[in-house]
């Protein structure tokens, strides 16, 4: 199993609140029989922890999740993705990199009612606005999706602190050209520091060997310490 979570509401909470979240779906133990319903549990149980998290007034703990655990699917072996917030899962494979999860965030949901266009997104004054979290008064959705097992292929989990300051066209050159995934990883995140590192980068990329299995490296740079990988 592979996560980001990345935290928020101030030094202290977003650590807390990231770190909580990252012990608790630790305890889905051996991922190969993990299921969907498992992880949905997971994932409340997380945003449960979380959201007894004491903070000072005015200030609310909380944390996005995002990344994959190792299931079967019908005997296939397939990823299953899961995401709440705007840290992302990227798929990348065959040359390309693609998106797997979408964010939850107010700058997304104007993306897709067409009122903000992708380029502006990027600039937009409120991207860091987001929808659903772990923590709050409210249990969020958990978004999911199966994808067969590809030998070859590679996953990379980041906080939004990555694509923030970089962009996909030089993300999917680093994963391309640098085939070791610890070199990759920090990589990625010295590019974010170089173009302004104005948020926690936190970055873990995932390679699939033949026959399959796979192989993990992280690397980050924190401001407030409160993006974690696992």
């Known amino acids: 199993m592979y996560f980001v979570a990345d ?3 101030g030094h202290e ?3 807390q609140a990231s770190a909580t ?3 608790v779906l630790c305890s889905l133990g ?7 319903a498992d992880l949905q549990a997971a994932v409340s149980d997380a ?3 979380v959201s007894r998290i004491a903070t000072r007034p005015g200030r609310n703990a909380g944390t996005t999740v995002t990344g994959a655990v190792v299931v079967e699917r019908d005997g296939v072996p397939c990823w299953l993705v899961a995401n709440v917030g705007d840290s ?12 797997v999860t979408t964010d939850h965030s107010l700058v997304q949901e104007l993306v897709a009612a067409g009122e903000v266009s992708p380029e502006e997104a990027r600039t937009f004054a409120r991207r860091n606005v987001i929808t659903r979290a772990l923590g709050g008064m409210v249990e969020p959705e958990l978004d999911c999706w199966y994808l067969p ?3 070859g292929e590679r996953l ?3 906080s939004d602190g990555l694509t923030e300051e970089v962009a996909p066209d030089a993300i999917a050159q680093v994963l391309r050209e640098q085939p070791h995934p610890q070199l990759a990883a920090d990589q990625l995140v010295n590019y974010a520091l170089l173009a302004g590192g104005r948020d926690n980068i936190t970055v873990l990329v995932v390679d699939v060997e033949q026959p399959v299995g796979a192989q993990s490296a992280s690397a980050d740079r924190q401001l407030d310490g409160s993006a974690h990988p696992a």
Do not use: D, K, N, W
């Open 47 to 49: 945003h449960r922890a």
């Open 7 to 9: 935290g928020m509401g």
């Open 30 to 36: 051996h991922a190969g029989s993990a299921s969907e």
């Open 88 to 99: 992302r899962t990227y798929r990348f494979s065959g040359g390309e990199l693609r998106q």
């Open 13 to 15: 909470a977003g650590a």
């Open 156 to 158: 990379m989990i980041c």
């Open 21 to 23: 979240a990252v012990a």
């Open 149 to 151: 097992i590809v030998p």
